[in-house]
């Protein structure tokens, strides 16, 4: 049975190591990076190389909000195409990465504050395979999703992703998968080839984004409405957001922070991401 189930009880040899992965927060904006060959694709594949080759990949991706909390836990994932309105060579992308249900449980099983269901249904969606296909191209790393909660407030899920830390040491890359200023109503479409055009406010909250999660205050990261106004332009809403708060929840205190891809585009959008470790 084992032949036929190459990952059922790969989980089980999970030992803890002497160091841990590191964590991404990372901007994917437009579904296009995922087959284009830009600063933004080119830096996660550098990253692909850099980082220890992780066991498997578990992303928290602005795509999947539910009710409740999930997990992909099916051994083959589908590669979702959830946008519209692009050419058809980005439909035509699949991106064959197994999955692991062991893992899935393992992971159900880190989370006390609530109960995760072991999800059949979703797949990868564009947050997560648009950047996951350029780091590992080779599609030959489990990769799981875990949903977000859209009824839950941000501090619920700081405190949910806390529990996951414990992956870190196990070889598992976590990645939250958004944009940390998003306001699509906002773009200026016609500013899209602008190279690093961003509204005032947009690079003002870029920035108080950065040097908050730079000195730790993960506080005034929770509570980013009370920030200032141009919170609200930058964070109409949070599903683009929250994977930011899974990110830096998982923070030591002896991880490094350092920043890439660090650069707005049609305006209202940043690219801005995040290393941690």
Do not use: C
């Not at 550098?46 to 099916?74: C, D, Q, R, Y």
């Not at 350029?134 to 875990?146: C, E, G």
């Not at 839950?152 to 870190?168: E, I, N, S, T, V």
């Amino acid at each position: 049975m084992a032949s036929l189930h190459p990952f059922y009880n790969w989980t089980h040899d999970l030992k803890e190591e002497d160091t841990k992965h590191p964590v991404l927060f990372i901007g994917h904006g437009s579904p296009m990076n995922g087959i284009e060959d830009n600063e933004f694709s080119r830096t996660w594949t550098k990253f692909g190389n850099e980082i220890p080759k992780p066991k498997a990949v578990l992303v928290i991706s602005a795509h999947w909000l539910t009710s409740g909390t999930h997990i992909t836990a099916m051994e083959n994932p589908r590669t979702i195409h959830d946008f519209g309105g692009f050419p058809q060579a980005l439909f035509d992308v699949e991106y064959p990465a197994k999955g692991s249900t062991e893992l899935a449980k393992e992971t159900a099983n880190l989370i006390h504050t609530t109960n995760v269901g072991l999800d059949h249904d979703w797949g990868l969606d564009h947050g997560t395979w648009t950047v996951v296909r350029h780091m590992y191209p080779n599609a030959d790393i489990p990769v799981l999703q875990l949903s977000i909660d859209y009824n839950k407030p941000p501090q619920y899920h700081f405190d949910l992703a806390k529990q996951l830390k414990a992956l870190r040491k196990k070889g598992v890359l976590i990645i939250g998968s958004g944009n940390m200023v998003h306001n699509l109503r906002m773009v200026a479409w016609d500013k899209l080839q602008e190279p690093e055009f961003g509204f005032d406010w947009a690079i003002e909250m870029n920035a108080i984004f950065k040097e908050k999660i730079g000195n730790r205050d993960f506080q005034s990261l929770i509570d980013y409405e009370k920030l200032n106004t141009a919170a609200k332009l930058a964070i109409p809403t949070p599903d683009h957001y929250y994977p930011l708060l899974y990110s830096i929840a998982l923070q030591d205190d002896k991880d490094e922070v350092s920043f890439f891809n660090d650069k707005a585009v049609g305006g209202s959008l940043t690219m801005t991401s995040v290393k941690l470790g």
